[in-house]
Structure formats: C-alpha cells, structure tokens
C-alpha cells in the first residue's frame, strides 16, 4: 500500500520561501508520475507541479518561475521548493502519485491513485 507524507508547510511572509517534502512509501510500480496540489478554503483542488520518472516537469502557469519540483528516487521523496511566494498560494499542500502506465502524460491534472493528508502553508501579506 503506497503511503505518501506531506512536510515543509508553515507560516510565512510574502517574498518568503518554503520547501515541501513528501516521503513516499510502499511504491511497487517501476515508474511514477507524482504530483502536487493545493486546495485553499472555499475553492477547488489545483494542480500546481508534476514529475515524471525521467525528470520531466509540468507546472501550473500561476507557479512557473517560482516553484521548482525535483524527486530523489534513491530516498523516495518528493519536493517542492517554494519562492517568493504569494498570499494566494496558501492553502492545503497534497502530495499524490500515480503509476505512470496509467497516464498518457504526467501533469498536474486527472487522475492520481494514491494522495497524502496534505500540509499547511499560509503566507502573509
């Protein structure tokens, strides 16, 4: 059973930064797409970062530039650098994964097996 582990997240200024980092366990597939999201009060669940196996990056147009996601597959964990950040990317941070044979394309959209709890970020303006 994959298990995913959302940490990192807190309190911040805006122009500030955070890391996430998200430990994997439990994954059985050879290759995974794994991706973050983010869900703020009141609103929908966003895509904001996906990684395929071979390092290949797609990001949400309101982080390009800002965030960066990478994977150290020798510890199965997952990241999420966070800069200058803004007061409207607060909000809940998921961890999710998803073997990569069942996605024609690792993005930050559609269908993702396996998600962790999530962790906080608040930024403050």
């Known amino acids: 059973q994959v298990q995913l582990v959302e940490s990192g997240g807190g309190s911040v200024q805006a122009g500030g930064a955070l890391r996430l980092t998200c430990a994997a366990s439990?994954?059985?597939?050879?290759?995974?797409?794994m991706g973050w999201f983010r869900q703020a009060p009141g609103k929908e669940r966003e895509g904001v970062a996906a990684i395929d196996d071979d390092r290949t990056t797609i990001y949400a147009d309101s982080v390009k530039g800002r965030f960066t996601v990478s994977q150290d597959n020798a510890k199965n964990t997952l990241y999420l650098q966070m800069n200058s950040l803004k007061p409207e990317d607060s909000g809940l941070y998921y961890c999710?994964?998803?073997?990569?044979?069942?996605?024609?394309?690792?993005?930050?959209?559609?269908?993702?097996?396996?998600w962790g709890q999530g962790t906080q970020v608040t930024v403050s303006s």
């Open positions: 999710a994964a998803v073997p990569s044979r069942y996605r024609s394309r690792c993005e930050p959209s559609g269908y993702f097996r396996d």
């Open positions: 439990g994954l059985t597939a050879s290759v995974y797409c």
